[in-house]
């Protein structure tokens, strides 16, 4: 993988998500920096696969807006070349009907470089080397999402938006994906990714964001978060409580 060039910090600055008459996201004001994974915590429904989609370019925002190292992309047109640098894995990966190999190859088109190389070099980084010819769809649901991730690195991005990649995964399939996060990460690349296990947060994190009813609730390092939490929302949401 070449040193990503970067377009951190990302900035929020009051950022609203309205659909069908709902606030999704309300006002958030957030800044990711470069560095090690942000992990976003918060209930079901607090909206952070909303986040990460806005993050990604995937669903616009209402009001407020988005910099990228001081910028305001469109996440189009001109801006491609930046958005090639980011890539979002979500929850439930869907895989194309032809090989492990086949899938990471697709997401390479138009890269010229010699891609098989390419393609057992990401295939081992997850792990999955070996597997490259079973079909995709008949991997387990952990490898599923390795491969997934092997996917979303495939042109190297700078920026890795990750939703729940470990959600119904067994202890052993989740610190997979965790040694593959932690090994992304120091590479270099920005991880940012939702969780709703609190020791997989306080694992990988260097900063936990806790969102609650599309509100930022807290932001702050992980020690911090964990030990100090200054929101009650953060307090009860450690304690195991249920946010509602
Ligand atoms: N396009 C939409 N139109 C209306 N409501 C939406 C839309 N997209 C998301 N929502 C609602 O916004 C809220 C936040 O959703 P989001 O998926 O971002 O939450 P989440 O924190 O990822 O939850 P979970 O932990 O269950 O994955 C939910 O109540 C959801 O139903
Ligand atoms: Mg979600």
């Known amino acids: 993988m070449r040193a ?48 990460l989609r806005v993050a990604m370019g995937l669903t616009p925002l209402s009001s407020g807006r988005i910099t990228w190292n001081g910028q305001e992309r469109s996440g189009s047109g001109s801006d491609s070349a930046s958005k090639a640098r980011r890539a979002i894995v979500f929850q439930r990966p869907a895989m194309l009907r032809r090989s492990a190999a086949a899938n990471i190859d697709y997401a390479l088109a138009g890269v010229s470089a010699p891609r098989a190389q390419r393609i057992d070099e990401l295939l081992a980084l997850v792990g999955l080397s070996g597997l490259g010819s079973r079909p995709a769809r008949r991997l387990s649901g952990g490898e599923q999402q390795r491969l ?7 042109r190297d991005p700078a920026i890795l938006f990750l939703d729940e990649p470990t959600a119904s995964l067994d202890p052993a399939a989740t610190k997979a994906i965790e040694d593959i996060v932690r090994a992304v990460a120091a590479r270099g690349v920005k991880v940012v990714m939702s969780t709703h296990d609190l020791g997989q947060a306080k694992r990988l994190a260097g900063d936990v964001v806790l969102l609650h009813r ?6 702050g390092p992980t020690p911090a978060f964990f030990d100090t939490p200054r929101s009650d929302e953060a307090r009860q949401f450690i304690a195991g409580e249920l946010l509602v």
């Open 214 to 219: 599309g509100r930022l609730a807290e932001h």
């Open 4 to 51: 990503p060039v970067t377009d951190l910090p990302l900035v929020f600055e009051q950022a609203n998500v309205i659909a069908g008459g709902v606030t999704i996201l309300d006002h958030v004001s957030l800044t990711l920096s470069a560095g090690p994974p942000t992990v976003l915590i918060g209930p079901n429904g607090a909206g952070k696969t909303t986040l």
């Open 148 to 154: 997934a991730l092997a996917r979303a690195l495939a």
